[in-house]
């Protein structure tokens, strides 16, 4: 079984401190959610995951320290979902979806007939099969978003890291994506760790949150136990009411303040 | 007459005539012996085959064609002219050349050449692997290169003679030229401190010093080039009117009267040049572009031009 | 660039295009042994070329003289133009690929500039000391200069931080550039009798092209080439840029300077014998991915082909069309690079 553990995690900028001391538990299958005001640290968490920043500290994947790891061997463990990914107008969804087996196919060799296979399964589960050899310009977002995904997937690591992931969607969009991974991440036992702006999306699909304040964890728990407008009014700046529905959804509702300034 | 005085005669009679047969037998003429500037591979003999530096020609060469200005004036002045079969399209002297096929010196195609069906091709200039190409084309290929000094220039026209089977001829051009410039060159009074000269290449304006064949010629005749020294190793500077003005010559040569139409005049109506002593006294000699910048037989015109404009600097003085 | 199909090309379909391009190359190459201002009449020569075949025995008529014009001189321009012109293809595909910028061109980090400084120092020195040496002094220097450019570049580029980014490299190259062709002015300026032969040399030119050159350049091109196509898929994937390609396990800085090396081995070498001929760079890259799309694992290879037909072509017209003289050919590829960059402006217009 797979483990993420973060001890210690900083992360600096010319100096500056844009994340520290962090720390985390994640057991395989679990979705953890990152939250926190613009310039929290949300992006630059996932990035050091990503291996795309440096960090110190101690980050851990199945007891083996991700530091210590070759790009490649990262890649096989970590894939990560950009906020605005980069999407080639003339390449193909498989084409496309096929850069997620890099990690498994030797610098200068091709794919193998496997790899192939791997991508074509993909492409059906995600419901891509019409769009097989569309080129990327002629997709839409949700279907874009869902081809990234599959990319990701490709990549048949544990931990699947979204920075954003529904920011660019409409209302029906953001559902299915979420639903989607939430699908997968069961189904494949996957950590998912993901960075939202929207409150009540983040408490409805992951299993627990970290609100991250100036690059510190500043509140973790479950969605009940972090989503309290007296926590949102501190860290966010915000005025809202958080409402608990009886099936157990947290709802966060911004609020007009009367005309008082 | 006493028998012993006859014997005497008869002796160095006897010596004269072994000295002048022996001199004559070792087949050497006597004008290269004067040009020690003949590498001592280069033997010029009458007769094919002949061997010129890398060059050997097994017969007479009836069908030249001639890449250089300079060549083609040389091949005319020692009879050759009549199997020149084509000229580039810098050559336009002497008249003859007008009506040749005209080639490109500096863009050479090699087929067109070959088409032509040349025993002997002189160049001046190797723009890249032509001798080379024309070599594996079996074309014989003679490099008449730019010359140093006046040396220099006699012994290419007694080259070009040997080749083309007119060295009689030849020797005879290149002594004439040199007894003509030896006695111009003695004729000019030279003057203590020697007169100054500035010779424009072209109006921006570049010049040339004495290291260069020009100013060499002009050393001989006792000029001395205000542009020496003004910039270490480079031979063919561009000059400040600056310094030109401080340093004042005696006379201005206009090599650029046809390719860039200067004159005396223009030069008078360039701002700050009205005052130079070459122009208020009027010397500025324009000479002709293609004389003043080829080696040929007619460096004699350019020196008896030369000549002319000292005597008349140093009359007015 | 706007995509000009909603499909992908299936497999198949692809590979009817890497018969067209060697068949192209081979039939080109053949136009270019039998045209010019001289030698054999031109339906002699193809078979002359047959004749030349081990077990084949044709009369075509043609003497030893013209058979010489044709092997000796035509054939090792031909050759030489397909070596050049797939290299500067082959090394602008992998710059566009590396830099993502389908605009950027072979000499881009400084070779340009480099080659012709080395080359003008040449000319400059290449008096009687250096006239006895047994190689010509000026591609040597112009490849030394071509490779001691990028490798300033790169030293420069890299040397800001952590900024390793494409962008960075390529102002360097700006800046590198400056320097070299301020440089070459002033030497130029010392030694204002070689302005014709630096010129002339600069235009690029394959008149005086030898098997000799060929054999120069041949191992330098082929290690170059080799390098560059075995990289091809993994310059696939920087296409998503370079934070997802190293989220995808490619090692983004390794891949690029050895790119940059490699292009830069094979575009000094072609340089160095050829001149700089502009615009073979990006024209034939830029026109196999109108044609195929811009998956560099097809447009690496292609634009060899293709690159080499090209300038074969292009050397026909200089030779024959202003004899007895040459046209340099960098003037007859400007000639195609101008209306070519016109209709891509065209067609940009009319796509927005």
Not at chain 1, 5 to 18: D, K, P, Q, S
Not at chain 3, 135 to 160: K, S
């Amino acid at each position: 079984m797979n483990s993420l553990t973060i001890r210690g995690l900083r992360v600096e900028y010319g100096g500056c401190a844009v994340l520290s001391n962090v720390d985390e538990a994640l057991v395989a299958g679990e979705w953890l959610c990152l939250i926190g005001p613009n310039g929290a640290g949300k992006s630059s968490l996932l990035r050091a995951l990503a291996g795309l920043v440096n960090f110190s500290g101690d980050v851990q994947l199945g007891g083996r320290p991700l530091g210590a790891l070759s790009n490649r061997q990262l890649a096989r463990q970590v894939a990560f979902v950009p906020q605005e990914p980069e999407l080639p107008a003339d390449m193909s969804v498989t084409d496309y979806v096929m850069l997620g087996r890099n990690p498994y196919i030797s610098t200068f060799g091709r794919e193998s007939a496997q790899d192939r296979q791997i991508v074509a399964d993909l492409i059906d589960e995600l419901s891509l099969s019409v769009y097989a050899r569309r080129l990327l310009g002629t997709l839409s977002g949700g279907e874009r978003q869902r081809v990234v995904i599959a990319r990701a997937l490709a990549q048949e690591a544990p931990v699947l890291l979204l920075d954003e992931p529904t920011s660019a969607l409409d209302l029906g969009h953001q559902q299915h994506a979420l639903e989607l991974v939430d699908q997968l991440r069961r189904s494949r036992n996957l950590i998912v760790v993901s960075a939202m702006h929207d409150l009540t999306l983040a408490g409805l699909y992951s299993d627990r949150l970290l609100l991250l304040h100036q690059g510190v964890g500043v509140a973790r728990g479950t969605a009940r136990q972090v989503l309290r407008s007296e926590t949102l009014a501190e860290f966010y700046g915000v005025s809202a009411r958080v409402i608990h529905e009886d099936d157990g959804t947290v709802v966060v509702v911004p609020q007009r303040s009367n005309g008082e300034y | 007459m006493k028998f012993s005085r006859l014997v005497g005669i008869a002796g160095l009679f006897l010596l004269a005539a072994s000295l002048v047969a022996c001199s004559e037998s070792s087949g050497e003429s006597v004008a290269t012996d004067t040009t020690n500037a003949v590498a001592a591979e280069t033997t010029i003999v009458e007769g094919f085959p002949v061997t010129v530096g890398d060059l050997t020609l097994e017969s007479k060469p009836q069908r030249i064609i001639s890449m250089s200005a300079t060549a083609t004036e040389m091949l005319f002045a020692i009879g050759a002219g009549d199997r020149v079969i084509a000229v580039d399209n810098f050559s336009n002297f002497p008249e003859e050349t007008a009506s040749l096929e005209k080639l490109d010196a500096y863009q050479p195609n090699v087929e067109a050449i070959s088409e032509l069906d040349p025993d002997l091709v002189i160049i001046s200039y190797d723009p890249g692997n032509l001798v080379e190409q024309l070599t594996t084309l079996s074309v014989p290929v003679f490099t008449a290169g730019a010359v140093a000094d006046l040396a220099g220039a006699y012994e290419q026209i007694e080259q070009l003679g040997a080749l083309t089977g007119q060295l009689a001829e030849a020797v005879q051009v290149s002594s004439t030229m040199r007894s003509e410039i030896d006695a111009i060159a003695a004729s000019i009074t030279k003057a203590d401190p020697p007169l100054t000269y500035f010779y424009e290449l072209d109006p921006t304006p570049y010049t040339v010093t004495s290291n260069t064949f020009i100013g060499g010629v002009m050393a001989v005749l006792g000029l001395a080039n205000i542009a020496d020294g003004v910039e270490e190793g480079n031979d063919y500077p561009q000059l400040s009117a600056e310094v030109i003005m401080e340093k004042d010559p005696d006379i201005i040569f206009l090599a650029d009267t046809k390719c860039c139409a200067q004159s005396a005049e223009t030069v008078a109506a360039r701002d700050g040049w009205a005052g130079l002593t070459a122009v208020t006294s009027g010397s500025i000699v324009a000479l002709d572009d293609d004389i003043a910048s080829r080696w040929g037989p007619r460096l004699v015109d350019l020196v008896r031009t030369v000549a002319e404009a000292i005597t008349s600097v140093l009359a007015k003085s | 660039m706007t995509t000009p199909t909603v499909f992908a090309a299936s497999r198949g379909s692809r590979a009817i295009w890497w018969v067209l391009g060697a068949v192209s190359v081979v039939v080109v190459g053949l136009l270019g042994l039998t045209l010019g201002p001289a030698g054999p009449t031109w339906w002699r020569v193809p078979l002359a070329v047959l004749d030349r075949l081990p077990l084949v025995s044709i009369d075509s008529g043609v003497t030893d003289a013209q058979w010489n014009i044709v092997w000796q001189i035509r054939a090792p321009r031909v050759v030489l133009a397909a070596l050049v012109g797939a290299m500067l293809s082959l090394a602008g595909a992998s710059y566009q690929g590396v830099f993502r910028n389908p605009l950027v061109d072979p000499y881009l980090l400084g070779v340009a500039a480099g080659a012709g400084l080395g080359a003008t120092v040449a000319f400059a020195v290449n008096r009687d000391a250096t006239a006895t040496w047994p190689i010509d002094p000026v591609p040597l220097a112009a490849f030394v200069g071509g490779v001691i450019a990028v490798a300033l570049t790169y030293t420069i580029g890299t040397a800001f931080g952590r900024s390793r980014s494409a962008t960075t490299l390529v102002l360097a190259g700006v800046a590198v550039t400056s320097l070299a062709t301020a440089v070459q002015t002033f030497v130029l300026q010392r030694n204002n009798d070689v302005v014709r032969q630096v010129y002339s040399w600069i235009l690029g030119r394959l008149t005086s092209a030898t098997w000799g050159d060929v054999r120069l350049v041949l191992p330098y091109i082929a290690v170059s080439a080799v390098i560059l196509l075995m990289y091809r898929r993994v310059i696939d994937v920087m296409r998503v840029g370079d934070d997802e390609a190293r989220t995808l396990g490619v090692n983004v800085n390794l891949v690029r300077i050895v790119v940059v090396l490699a292009a830069t081995l094979g575009t000094s070498a072609a340089v160095a014998v050829s001149g700089l001929i502009g615009f073979v760079g990006i024209i034939v890259p830029h026109a196999v991915r109108l044609l195929m799309g811009s998956s560099n694992r097809i447009v690496l290879p292609l634009s060899m082909f293709v690159g080499a037909a090209f300038l074969i072509a292009a050397d026909i017209p200089g030779r024959i069309l202003t004899s007895p003289s040459e046209t340099p050919i960098g003037i007859v590829t400007a000639f195609f690079g101008a209306p070519f960059f016109l209709f891509l402006l065209r067609m940009r217009e009319v796509r927005q």
